[in-house]
């Protein structure tokens, strides 16, 4: 039996992993924790840093693999490249996984690709921060170049504000220069699309609404299709294109996030893999028939793959997310009531339990999650709010308790 060489196992990697097993081929799991999702439903795992890229080749060495891959999360996506490069596998190309990956990168190839892009610096002290955030004369957002998951994320709008996030945004950046940019508000969309033999593909394009939680940058929904203007929702599908495409990705999945500022579409940030908190497994595939994991399978370990049939569907899908209060559960209702719900598909709700400590939210990693579809946008909103009248949550943080977070 061939093996695959997979990176990452939290729930989000569990599809592939699925896949790959479905297919014949035998996954070989590589992760920081034993007891993750991904690791518990294969036989053959590695503990381990997978971007440590010469301890991830090494690896892929020693099993003989015939293919690298992950989904839903950015991390791997460099090593997997670096990897397949150096063992003559299909890839992407380490040039262009470094460009999908490196937030300082994305605004540089913007600019040589005729982009217009928002006010940046790439900063290597607080001095050149605050040097940047007073010219700039606005508040700013602090993001590590090279990190997932909103960590190390921070909104400024003060001197004082600028000097304590600094020291936190540095502690997420493993030792890699601070990206400081202009913060603008407006409407965001996301736009998951496909590259395959130069041509690019946009496959459904949504709405991204995000809670209240400070400093924890998390979407607390993302419904499809967009409810925006067709005239701005058509010009980012188109930039999302001219973007992809001159970023030179030959093949694979792209997950890209715009921001809408008056007549103006800015790129937040693109990655080389499909949307996380199930949109790729899910979503793209409810919506479309366009079956991603098995795509990913297909580009990893083909040299040519043909071109996928797409159908577009008449329906609304979308991810909810929650927060909890920090303590301690002692209340979960509602959990096999929702999972047994016909329109509800992938969910992380297994994860709540009585006696489960909750950390304070500081990044969007800590959200608990579902997927649902609905016949279009009202019946939809229905199934959301019998969603949020069925889950009940409590959590004692030691003087009161405390309920879920849904804004």
Known sequence: MDNILVL?????????????????????VVSLHNDEPGMLIVKDKVVGDFCD???????????????????????????????????????IGYKTACLFTDKFLMREKCKEIGVKTIAYSLVGSLEEAKKFFIDLHHSAILKPINNQGSKGVYKVSSIEELEEKYAEATRYARGQKILI?????????????????GKVTNLVCGDTHYFEVKDAFAAKDRIFPSMLDEEIVNKALNLNKKIVSGFGL??????????????????????????????????????????????????????????????????????????????????????????????????????????????????????????????????????????????????????????????
């Not at 990452?8 to 070989?28: C, D, E, F, K, S």
């Not at 690298?68 to 299909?90: E, K």
């Open 8 to 28: 990452g196992a939290g729930a989000l990697q569990v599809p592939i992993i699925q896949t790959i097993q479905a297919r014949g081929y035998n996954p070989v």
């Open 53 to 91: 890229e010469e301890f991830t080749l090494q690896i892929a060495k020693d099993c003989n693999v015939i293919a690298v891959v992950t989904d839903q999360t950015d991390l791997p996506v460099r090593t997997i490249a670096y990897v397949c490069d150096h063992l003559g596998l299909p890839s």
């Open 181 to 197: 940019e202009e913060f603008i508000t407006g409407q965001e969309l996301v736009i998951e699309a496909l590259a395959l033999d």
């Open 250 to 407: 030959s093949r694979g999945l792209t997950h890209g996030e715009y921001i809408i500022d008056g007549h103006d579409v800015y790129l937040i940030e693109i990655a080389a893999r499909g949307g996380g908190v199930y949109i790729s497994s899910d979503i793209i595939p409810l919506m479309t028939g366009f079956n991603t994991t098995s795509f990913i399978l297909d580009i990893a370990t083909k040299s040519t793959v043909a071109t996928p049939f797409i159908e577009y569907k008449k329906m609304c899908t979308c991810y909810i997310a929650f927060f909890l209060p920090e303590g301690v559960i002692n209340e979960v209702k509602g959990v096999r009531e929702i999972q047994s719900l016909p329109y509800v598909h992938h969910n992380n709700l297994d994860a709540l339990y009585i006696g489960k400590h909750i950390g304070k939210n500081i990044d969007k990693t800590s959200r608990y999650f579902l997927i649902m579809e609905a016949s279009d946008r009202s019946e939809l909103e229905e199934r959301i709010e019998l969603v949020h009248e069925l889950l009940q949550v409590n959590v004692d943080n030691g003087s009161k308790t405390k309920g879920i977070i849904w804004n």
